[in-house]
Structures are given as structure tokens and as C-alpha cells.
């Protein structure tokens, strides 16, 4: 991951989610670091997205499913995850979690 001046190496399962910001994106740490990266969200998505463990749930949003604690369907739907952030689910993006989810749990 390009960080600030260097490249930070990580483990893939020890990113919670990745969060839009503009033309960068957030990537939360299941550590609670926060790594603001150079890249946006997409870029993220295209080289990870062979990773079953990964869905992009929200034009902002790309979580990694082994952190998420509770579904919500009321207002629009929303994932918590294990750290207790509140992630909101677009309603194009619904169907596609809810299929991801039930395979994913098989």
C-alpha cells in the first residue's frame, strides 16, 4: 500500500475496509490503524477483486466480510462490523451482499 512516503506491506485479512475519500481512500486496520492511501477505492477493487472475502457494498465502501458482525435491513441496510463501525449498504448493492453473504456462510 503506497502510504505517505513509503510502501506499507500488510496482511489482506487484517483489512477490515476501505473507505472513499475524494481521490484517496482510507483503509481501516483490524488493529484500528488508519492508512489514508494515494489510490482511490476502484483502483483497490480492481486488483483485489478475485478476494471472495471482499465486496464492495456502497459506491464508497469496499468491507472484508470476515469482520462483519450483523446484517440491518432497516433504513436502506447497513453492515456493523466486529469494531462497531456502522457501514451503510447502497440499495444496488443489496442484493448483490445478500447472495455474497449466503454463499459466503455455506
Not at 26 to 39: A, N, V
Not at 76 to 104: F, T
Request: aromatic residues 14%.
Amino acid at each position: 500500500i503506497n502510504y505517505l512516503k513509503s510502501i506499507k506491506y500488510v496482511e489482506l485479512d487484517t483489512i477490515v475496509y476501505f473507505k472513499a475519500d475524494g481521490a484517496y481512500t482510507d483503509i481501516y486496520m483490524e488493529d484500528g490503524t488508519l492508512l489514508k492511501t494515494s489510490k482511490g477505492l476502484k483502483y483497490y477493487q480492481d486488483i483485489l477483486n478475485h478476494n471472495e472475502d471482499l465486496c464492495r457494498i456502497h459506491m464508497s465502501y469496499y468491507v472484508n466480510l470476515n469482520f462483519v458482525s450483523e446484517l440491518i435491513h432497516t433504513y436502506g441496510g447497513y453492515l456493523v462490523l466486529q469494531n462497531e463501525h456502522i457501514i451503510p449498504i447502497s440499495a444496488e448493492k443489496l442484493v448483490e451482499l445478500n447472495l455474497k453473504l449466503d454463499n459466503y456462510l455455506m
